[in-house]
């Protein structure tokens, strides 16, 4: 009996002496103890698919600056949804986010043309948006001026592929196989009607020009970004031209990739292959620029772009100033590319 009361008071004055460590702490450390307090907020994330390469390693940059975040005073809850390609899947899941109590949404467009309903119902609930990759036209843009938009610059991304091609076909005259003088090429193409594709293509090829090469275009072919519809394009382009395709430009790595691919099937040595230019620097891209069978590529910034959508994401929601960001219009985020090769390629891969 003794022994039971000696071990309770012992339990007892175990627990007042913490109670007291606790209440004579001093505020600040009573606060650490109770955990710091954190600015919460949820934010919903939506891509028009989930097999896309680049933007799945872009979300994994998103992904990053949050944890930073959450590892100082923020409690950023991310929300992730992929629309399966179908913008009116799309809409429905913009409505399930906010009702799910999403306080900002960052939304990659199925149809960067058709982005009424998305934006009519984040209005009605008073939730800002900020549209990345998929860029809406301007007038879409003033529907309402909680809008923003994160992408890259795309005149910029053609513009280096083009420079890319155009210096090595400057130092490397076998790269006319024929020696007509002339280089016959091939485009394989994003989505028709998205901004990258137009633009990449467009600058690409005037870049070339202006600096003095003499282009002879074989074949446009549309391969929506993806690596096995290019390389069934690249098989059709193999049996129409043979090895009289000099240079290839892809308006992205996935499709540069696809080109490869076909050629690998048809057993085509080094020497029979044309020069392929890619554009984004994904990780298979980097490796195969790093190990000599892509050209060259152009990096698509995920990294800064990642850090853009959160910052305004964060700053939006809490009322912030935006200034210190200069967006352009105080809207619109565009990030550079740049060029790499199998120079600096090491630069990247470290990334
Ligand atoms: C990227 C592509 C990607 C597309 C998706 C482009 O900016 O370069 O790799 O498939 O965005 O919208
Ligand atoms: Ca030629």
């Known amino acids: ?30 606060r650490q103890a109770a955990g710091p307090l954190k600015s919460e907020l949820q934010v919903g994330v939506v891509l028009y698919t989930g097999d896309d390469a680049f933007l799945n390693e872009m979300m994994a940059a998103v992904r990053k600056e949050i944890d930073d975040l959450n590892t100082g005073d923020w409690d950023i809850t991310l929300v992730e949804r992929n629309a399966g390609n179908s913008q009116s899947e799309e809409n429905e899941i913009v409505s399930d986010m906010i009702n799910e109590g999403c306080d900002i949404l960052l939304v990659n467009l199925v149809d960067r043309n058709a982005p009424a309903r998305v934006i009519e119902t984040a209005r009605e609930n008073n939730v800002p948006i900020v549209f990345f990759n998929r860029e809406l036209v301007r007038n879409d ?13 795309a005149a910029e991304s053609g513009e280096l592929q083009g420079e890319l091609a155009a210096a090595l076909c400057e130092s490397n005259p076998g790269v006319d196989r024929n020696k007509d003088g002339k280089i016959q090429y091939a485009v394989l193409q994003g989505e028709p009607n ?15 020009a202006d600096r003095g090469i003499v282009l002879d275009k074989l074949s446009y072919r549309i391969a929506n970004w993806s690596r096995s519809q290019a ?3 690249t098989l059709q382009l193999i049996s129409a031209y043979g090895s009289s395709v000099e240079l290839i430009l892809a308006n992205n790595d996935e499709m540069a990739l696809g080109a490869i691919d076909a050629y690998r099937q048809m057993n085509y ?5 044309p020069k392929i230019f890619g554009i984004d620097g994904t990780s298979v891209g980097l ?44 809207k619109y985020y565009y990030a550079d590319y740049y060029a790499v090769t199998a120079e600096n390629v090491s630069d990247y891969l470290k990334q």
Not at 194 to 208: F, G, K
């Open 194 to 208: 998205h901004q990258d594709a137009i633009i990449r293509t467009d600058m690409a090829v005037s870049t070339m």
């Open 141 to 153: 843009m003033g529907l309402w001026n909680r809008l923003y938009y994160v992408g890259g610059n």
């Open 287 to 330: 490796s195969a620029v790093a190990d000599g069978s892509l050209d060259g590529t152009v990096y698509n910034d995920k990294e800064a772009q990642g850090k853009a959508l959160v910052n305004i994401a964060i700053t939006v929601a809490r009322g912030g100033d935006l200034s210190a960001m200069h967006l352009t219009n105080g």
């Open 231 to 233: 390389k069934t394009q």
């Open 1 to 30: 009996m003794r022994k039971r009361v000696m071990r309770l008071a012992c339990v007892l004055a175990l627990f007042f002496a913490l109670l007291c460590g606790v209440i004579f702490l001093p505020t600040d450390d009573r």
């Open 269 to 273: 040595t080094e020497t029979d292959m």
